[in-house]
């Protein structure tokens, strides 16, 4: 065993540690966008896939605004990021659930498609999330 003690460093912290998870958020739900849309035209019809797409729309918008939020937030000041994101996270989703409850869907929008696309962008896009959440690198402080 070696007697010398082993200093801790610093490590570089990324510049935002938002916008690679938007990234790679993104590019989860745009994979599991694209797949729900080419098997839902070979296997249903048009309307099917296209509701499909218009819902993984709505959900990659949704949660970039609040990845966008918070890196925002976190440019102004780094403590304000987490609540940022969390805040509009909970007014988005009161937000979607007031405008589809209230203004309904075109009537041209498959239902069934339209969920069923929704669920599927909203757990490609989760699962995204964490995968970039775990391999984000944080500073961590020798604070003796």
Do not use: C
């Amino acid at each position: 065993m070696n007697s010398h003690s082993a200093r801790v460093v610093v490590s570089a912290a990324p510049k935002s540690i938002w916008l690679p998870i938007l990234g790679i958020s993104m590019l989860y739900s745009l994979i599991a966008a694209a797949a729900f849309f080419l098997i839902s035209w070979l296997f249903a019809d048009l309307r099917y896939a296209l509701s499909g797409a218009l819902a993984s729309g709505l959900v990659i918008g949704f949660f970039a605004v609040s990845i966008l939020i918070a890196e925002a937030a976190g440019r102004f000041r780094s403590a304000w990021a987490m609540p940022a994101f969390l805040g509009t996270f909970v007014i988005k989703v009161f937000g979607i659930a007031f405008l589809l409850l209230n203004l309904g869907l075109p009537d041209w929008v498959n239902r069934q498609g339209f969920v069923l696309a929704a669920a599927v962008s909203l757990v490609a896009w989760q699962t995204g999330e964490i995968r970039a959440f775990m391999k984000t690198r944080l500073a961590i402080y020798n604070e003796a």
